[in-house]
């Protein structure tokens, strides 16, 4: 449904209605939502035009003490509590997917506008969530869904909505920011910071969705959508995660002058014709250390924008946590209790340009090739010639001893994915080539 | 007039509705806003859920050939042109105060919503224009006013609605940072580096807007205004520009580890007894080379800020230009002709704190003090009295000797203005010191 379908929305309830919510969650972000409506709630009645009032929380486990928190708001039918006449809002913060959905479009469909934090929902189930908002004309708001309280959700929907944005980079996975910045200044392995970021909470129990990239590739989704005007869900971004990074990466990314970030690139491509595509994928890169997101350190994030007229925007800060989520949430909570007190709606899902997803191996970029040769005579020109069979050049190679033949380090100018596959393919059944220690990608 | 008071607006014309649009101005700006009106008008449709169309362009000399424009639309009757009833939507890109605020005015008065980019008039009329608008129950938006396509009016406004932001820190001036980026990398001067801006078209031919500070002051009175809730004017906002700033003073800035840049600040103050107030000040000050702010180079422009939820979040892009400005304004009219084609409103201005304006005398910062003294015994026991007289505490003390006395420069733990400022009253008169050469605040 493009934004065209969206026609008709609700009239406000009036200048100094109070706005019913409901809070779905009370986790680390459902509890310091819940405490900063009351600390905050002069100021957010002022910046609405009328008090927001919560009227219900739901939680999973009804016996677990709360201090601080009204019980008789308390229940564990999330279901009923959206859809009850006196609840105007729903803020989710749940998290997981299928449960969310289920409760997310009840309250769409019983006319709730609905805030959420949910990456994966988002990106799973933009279709036929953004479809039932427009059906009932409410807000489907979710800022906090990327990098927390840094403002990219809003600035790709609305600042940049006049703007052609061509390329979205950024880190927006802190807990393998963290782990990779740590391998980079400490000389650790994975393994010792991936422990390391457990012990501190940065990491889950099960730290899957960071490590393997799936956080991150939930972000890319969301945030190709928002800039393509494209349905890009989850499945369509092609994501690797950062466990098989070893000491001996780091130690070669210092050796190219660069670091080595997980990153979520969202591009427009446009073939020789002129047809454009849409590309978002997921994946550790080399960063010069010279461009700005080398820099960002610890649990950050950045997000890098291109666009055609405004250029490259930077957008960095706190990606994570309870209260830079709860700011973002909030945020949401103030535009969309505005809409509800005095009528209108915010810009929905727009999907008009229909772009068709770009196969991975049609992507460009450039390559850091780490490998273990024999050190003989003419190795070399054979290693070249099947870069070059292939119609990927070389910029820069180096070879060093080493006690059992030679280590080759390659790194590209920009090649398709898809001709780099096979060249390395192609590498792995040359005798001469003993080990392909590693390919990592670069970018910036 | 607070949010609260913004009850009723206009409803939508209905999807598919055309949106008439005047535009104002036909400079560097206008004319890249015209552009592309016209190469990007089906993204702009389906953004907005119906046309644009441009129906009518004020310009200040009709006689001048403008190659490529309908010339049919052209008039010089702004004033005629805003009351048209097939104008919905006007953008304003005249620049100057008087006579855009008459044809604002008189645009919000009619009923129709304003996109500008013009700094100076929302600093100096934002009270006026923003009741015409409440009036009128359209939107007047100004993305474009601060920092161009940086998005910072956008998410002080919107996504950082549900937060408490307690700083505001911006490198807001292109031209000032392209001279003082270029004294500091390349040892020359002020007027060097002016003639060179001036040459390049950064600077134009009357620099004081720039240099003085007014420009940086007038957006210094934005971000404030937004930021804290408080109607903040560019004459609220304390104000020094670049003129004194020497090869000598880059040279103690270098030796401080630091560079010099001219900062925008927006503060929260906070007395002993929780008494909230604003500052909002603009000068050049000391910037250690480890803040981000430090490495803003050239013609860019960087904007911090720091809220209660949501952290340090930092804001970076090109901050002025055809093309990133027009990205801003248009970014304004999508989001604008969206609520006429739809109904509904943006926030408009929010007042509702009403905080007290500070007394620049209250402002805390640290102070670099250089100055020229007497080569003998006792000297720096006297001038370190001087300071502690005063309440104002030394962090640290260099003193190097001279063909004629002694250099000792001073860098101060944070004290209040009023009190350094009577510390280099004392310091003048005493007999020992032979000139303060400069005192440079330190911020960052």
Redo the contacts between chains.
């Keep these: 449904m493009?934004?065209?379908?969206?026609?008709a929305?609700k009239p406000g309830k009036?200048?100094?209605s109070t706005v019913g919510v409901a809070l779905l969650g009370m986790g680390t972000v459902g509890a310091?939502v819940l405490r900063?409506l009351g600390e905050?709630s002069d100021?957010?009645?002022?910046?609405?035009?009328?008090p927001l009032e919560v009227r219900g929380i739901a939680v999973g486990d009804l016996s677990k003490p709360r201090p601080g928190v009204d019980r008789d708001l308390l229940t564990d039918d999330a279901l009923g509590l959206v859809k009850r006449d006196d609840i105007d809002l729903v803020i989710e913060v749940i998290g997981g997917i299928d449960y969310p959905r289920q409760v997310v479009l009840a309250a769409l469909r019983a006319g709730k506008s609905v805030v959420t934090a949910n990456k994966a929902l988002i990106a799973a189930h933009a279709d036929d969530l953004a479809a039932a908002a427009d059906e009932s004309g409410v807000d489907l708001f979710f800022?906090a869904a990327v990098a927390?309280?840094?403002?990219v959700v809003?600035?790709l929907r609305?600042?940049?909505?006049?703007?052609?944005v061509n390329q979205v980079m950024g880190i927006v996975n802190g807990t393998t920011n963290f782990i990779l910045d740590a391998m980079y200044h400490r000389g650790a392995s994975y393994e010792e910071m991936l422990a390391e970021a457990t012990e501190l909470g940065y990491a889950e129990a099960d730290p899957s969705a960071d490590v393997d990239g799936y956080d991150a590739a939930s972000k890319a989704a969301i945030l190709a959508s928002l800039a393509f005007?494209t349905r890009v869900s989850g499945e369509n971004v092609h994501t690797e995660g950062i466990r098989d990074i070893s000491v001996e990466d780091i130690d070669a990314a210092k050796a190219a002058n660069s670091t080595i970030k997980l990153l979520a690139i969202c591009e427009r491509l446009v073939d020789d014709e002129g047809k454009e595509s849409v590309s978002a994928r997921v994946y550790p890169a080399l960063v010069p250390t010279s461009h700005?997101l080398a820099s960002v350190s610890e649990s950050y994030n950045a997000v890098f924008v291109e666009?055609?007229?405004?250029?490259?925007?930077?957008?960095?800060?706190?990606g994570a946590g309870g209260?830079?989520t709860?700011?973002?949430?909030?945020?949401?909570?103030?535009?969309v209790a505005?809409?509800i007190v005095?009528?209108?709606?915010g810009?929905g899902e727009?999907t008009?340009?229909e772009l068709p997803i770009a196969d991975f191996g049609d992507v460009s970029t450039r390559y850091h090739v780490d490998m273990q040769v024999d050190d003989r005579t003419g190795v070399l020109a054979e290693v070249a010639s099947v870069f070059a069979e292939q119609g990927v050049s070389l910029k820069t190679v180096r070879q060093e001893e080493l006690r059992d033949g030679a280590r080759l380090v390659v790194i590209t100018h920009s090649a398709r994915e898809a001709d780099l596959e096979n060249t390395v393919d192609k590498l792995k059944q040359l005798d001469a080539v003993m080990a392909i220690n590693s390919v990592i990608r670069m970018e910036g």
Tied chains: 1, 2.
């Design positions: 493009t934004e065209t379908a969206q026609a929305f009036g200048a100094g310091e900063l905050r100021e957010f009645t002022a910046r609405i035009g009328g800022e927390a309280a840094i403002p809003g600035p609305r600042s940049l909505a006049g703007d052609k005007h700005p666009a055609e007229s405004a250029g490259r925007l930077m957008f960095y800060g706190n209260g830079p709860a700011s973002a949430v909030l945020g949401d909570v103030v535009a505005r809409n005095h009528g209108g709606r810009p727009s008009y340009a």
